[in-house]
Every structure is written in structure tokens, then in C-alpha cells.
């Protein structure tokens, strides 16, 4: 931190001096004897010690002064923060990144047992002028990217945002679906347990990401409106044969702007208000066709649309969250598919509440503990086929997630949760993690 | 045109309405001038305030802010009417997200705050900062134990860090009014 002030710095010694020594050169030779002119010599040398002397003293005081003044935020902040921009602020450019280590034991088959460095993000923004700045993030996911190893690497948002007015802002390039309450707040500091919670995952595919252009407005009274809009999904990349599309039927045909087919766009649309200090309720729709001109798919029209809310009274936070997703036109495509384990669901849903409690808070410390309840199902609904072959709907899955947070040093979290399945025939799991944000 | 075709435009259509009439090009939502006005309206006169601090006072403060985000430049003005204190108005710059947050707030000299004002935010991501909701929460608050994250001043769920930055800023100018502001050096 730097301190802005101005010190003016005191005239008079200087002044006086100049004038003494001005004095002493204009002196009438011819109007005093000798003796009287060296007496009067000296006792003015006198005088120019004693503000020389007093010169020397204001200087160092300034000085002093100054060097206060320049130590004072800085140093007494940096004391306790740890910096967030490497390349400070003058330049434009900063960096920023979070990253998440887990481990999981599957309570029935230890075997399965797994650690992993879940994420690893780096991300950058450049401002280039005051209005228009770039933001990027790159993500390595499971450590080791290559073909014999479970990694990706992924370029998770880059875009350009500008700011209109002050109410305002624009985005081109690829970026984040406002939908639901983990998409946009991702980061393991801001989420409770160890793992993004079943219903953000499976049904709303976070980390979701778009490529298009969205615009964001907002309201003094606390209503943030957002409208976009971007690719969307591409139906023939459902594998019939992979239980991928099980486990989350968007994310196994989400596109993340790789060579994304685009003949086809979608449009979001969400709502926001935090107009309550301590509230917060939306919800959000997301349409388009993910036919995207493919040999055989027609008109196959992907709705997801969610409606969320948090509460903080006190020590306490809730949150809760409902999504439902439907795929319009399935019946010609799954025909095709018959046979196969994994046909594509025309409706898929999810919800869960939860709450957590700030327990112990010191210093910078915060223990949180919570618990969670989700219900989802990822195919509560085929389309008609003909007797005898349209599959049977899913089953509800239920997880309860009971853990704690602990949050230290600004930006660094512990978790530590169990959960437990039901509906899905996996095995109850505990779950060890850590992360950071900066 | 597809039908989810028409849906897509619907929306951006509606967004369009919603829309402000005229784009004004502005990057700050207040200059210095309006912040200080805001926040003491009856002050006739905001002379900016020059001081030392002391290492001593800096750990003063330091001790009784906590933790804090990285900040920017800080600029603090003596307000006043008819020749009377009215208080200080203290400018100061914290890490939203990634970028800055400039805000001001003003301490009267009974050491009650008044609202946050937020003159410039740099990102779309948490611009729920500026709800004036969120801001009054500040006001009338005289003492640090009055100002925890949470529990006193909300979090905005989603501007989880530009609210608490802002309100760890506040906590350390409300500190550095304490140690420093409120007893002048005695010294001319």
C-alpha cells in the first residue's frame, strides 16, 4: 500500500540563510572601523552556524518524516496478508489460481481407494485499459496429462470483459455459465466438502463453460441480470455404449469451445438478487439445439434450468438448489441405440439443501462444520419408444455429506467429510482434502 | 428458424430491454469529489490529512485489524464545517478478485462510520459489492468488535471476496482512526 500525501516542506531556515549570507556581501566597508566590521563578521557567522545547524535538523526531520510515511500501510499490512497480484496493480497484469488436492476411501473397497492433485489453476488478467481487461485460466486436472495417464489439461475461461457504465459489463471469448451456485464459485475455499457436491456435477455439468458473448447488468438494489449468448451442446457425442452419459448426461456431451460444433446456439438467461444483506436467490434457464446439423439428430433441443438460494442468519449458512434438465426429440436417436447399456434421458433432475455452521472462528481461522442432502436422478424419464424397448427410468440417488471445513492463512482450506449412498450401489466413502485460492 | 432458435433471440431480445436507454463511458461509479460528499453531505471543506505513523502504531494496528488482503493507495481528507471537525473521509484500495476495489468511508469524530462507497470496481465478478444494501451495513458501527465478516457485515454469496476484502479494509481504517487519526501528535 502506498500512503498519497504531501509534505510541505518548511521555507524559512533557507530563506533566512540566503538573507544573512546577502547581508553579510552588501555590508558598508567605509561606514564601520575594522575592529567593528570583524565583530560584526563574527557574530553573523554565528548566526549562519546556528541556522545552518537548524537547517540540518528540519531536513532530517522531513526526512524522518518521509520515511515513515512511505513504510506505514505497506509493510504494516503485508504483515498479514499474503500479496494476490505478483505483478501489481500499476502494471495491469495479475495472477491468480486455486488448486485442490483429495484423497477418497471407499468404505467397502479400500481398494479403490485413490489421491489425486484434482486441479491445478493458473489463472491471468491483463488490464488493458481502464475499461477492458482479459481473463484466463488454464487447468491441469489429475497431475499428468498423456495418453497412458488420467490427466487433461484444459483451458478452463479466456475472455475479453469490458465495462460499459457503471451497471454494465460485456463478455466475448469463453466463460462461465452463470447457472446455479457452484459454477461461477468453484474454488475449494468456497464450497462445502471435499468434492463439488452430485447435483452440480451431474446435472448441472460445472465447471461448465461456453464459448459466445453474454452481457451483465445489475441494479442498485441488488438484481444482477445476466444474457448470453454461446455454443451449446452436440448430441452426437452420446457413446451408447460408455456409462459416462449415467453419470452426467450434459458432461458427456458438453463441448468446453474444443473445436466445439457451433452450427447451432444456445442462449442463457439468469437472474440474481442480493438486495438483502445476507440473502441471495436465483435461478437460471439454458436453451439450445444440440442437433448441431448431424446426420440423424434433428431438432434435439437441450433445456437445463435451476433455481438457487443461500441464507446466512448469524453462524448459520443454507443454501438449496433445484435443477431439471430435458432433451427434446430422443426417440428417433435412441432407436438407433438399441441394445446398448446408456440411452439418452429425456428429462434428468436434482436438489439438495444444505447447511453448515461457523463453529470456531480466531483469528484467521474459521471450523465450519455441515451437512448435505442431495437426490438426483439422471434419467427419471425416457421418451416412448415401442412396447418392450423403452428402458426403464433411473433411480433416485440420495448422498448424505456430513464434514467440516477448516479455513486458515486467507485463502486455504482442510476438509475432511463422509458420505453416504443410497440408490446408487456405491460404497459410503470418507474423503480427505486440501485447498487454496489466492 | 428453429424453434430453439427463436427462444435464443426471445431472451436476447429481453435482454436488450433491460438494457440502459443511453451508455454512459465511464470506468468509475464516483469521483473523490462525490464519494466525499456522500459520505459527510453537510462538510463545507475535505482538506487531505497528512501523518506519521510510528512502528509501534503500526503494530497497533496491525493487532487490532487482523488479517488482511493485499491493498492500494490510501488517501485520507479532514472534513469540516464552518472551520468545525466533521470527521475523516478515508480512501482505500483492496484485492476483489483479481483486481482493485476503490472504496471510501467516512469515520466521525465520535467514531461512528457512515456507509461504504465504492468508487471503482474493476470486475464483473462480484460486482454485488456496490447493492446499497450491503454498503449501509457499515453505517453507525463505532467499534472493531462491531465489524466481523459474517456475523455483523454479510457476505455477499457469490462476491464472497470482494465483501470480506472490503470489510477487512474498513477494520484496519477504522484501527489506523483509533491509534493514529483520533490522537493527533502532540507535536505542532
Known sequence: MQLIATIRAPSLPRSALTFAIGALMSLPASAATQQELEAQLAGLAGEVATLKSELARVSQEQKNSMTALAAVPVQVIGETATPASSAGADSGLDFFGYGQVDYARPKDNPSDTTATVSRFVVGMSNQFDEKTRLVSELEIENAVSSADDPGEVEVEQLYIERSFDDRLFGKVGLFLIPSGLLNENHEPTRFYGVFRNRVETAIIPTTWREGGMLLQGSTDFGLRWDAGLTTGFDLSKWDPTSPEGKESPLGSIHQEMALAKASDMS???????????????????????????????????????????????????????????????????????????????????????????????????????????????????????????????????????????????????????????????????????MGYQF | MADADRGVFGLMGAAALMMPATVVVAADYLTIDAAQKSIFPSADSFEPFVFAITAEQRSTIAALAGAQPPHGALRVWKASKDGTPWGFVLLDEVIGRSDLITYAIGVAPDGALTPVEILSYRESHGAEIRNAAWRRQFANRHDLSELEFRTDIKNISGATLSSEHVTQGVRWLLALWATVLHQPPSHP
Not at chain 1, 430422443?330 to 461457523?358: C, D, H, M, R
Not at chain 1, 434419467?379 to 419408444?385: E, M
Not at chain 1, 448424505?400 to 482442510?414: D, K, R
Open chain 1, 267 to 433: 442462449g442463457v438467461f439468469a437472474l440474481n438478487y442480493t438486495g438483502i444483506p445476507g440473502l441471495r436467490i436465483g435461478a437460471s434457464i439454458f436453451s439450445g439445439d444440440a442437433a448441431q446439423g448431424q446426420l440423424g439428430f434433428d431438432d434435439n433441443v437441450v433445456t437445463l434450468w435451476e433455481a438457487h438460494g443461500t441464507w446466512t442468519p448469524g453462524r448459520f449458512e443454507f443454501a438449496a438448489l433445484y435443477a431439471n434438465g430435458h432433451i427434446s426429440n430422443t426417440s428417433k436417436v435412441n432407436l438407433t441405440f438399441i441394445g446398448n447399456p446408456t440411452l439418452i434421458p429425456e428429462s434428468f433432475y436434482g436438489w439438495y439443501g444444505q447447511a453448515a455452521y461457523n463453529l470456531l472462528d480466531w483469528d484467521e481461522n474459521s471450523l465450519r462444520p455441515f451437512v448435505r442432502f442431495e437426490r438426483l436422478n439422471t434419467a427419471s424419464n425416457y421418451s416412448d419408444l415401442s412396447p418392450g424397448l423403452t428402458p426403464e427410468n433411473g433411480p433416485d440417488q440420495d448422498i448424505i455429506t456430513s464434514g467440516v471445513n477448516f479455513l486458515f492463512a486467507q485463502g486455504v482450506v482442510l476438509k475432511a467429510d463422509y458420505q453416504h449412498f443410497h440408490g446408487t450401489g456405491g460404497s459410503d466413502q470418507i474423503n480427505f482434502g
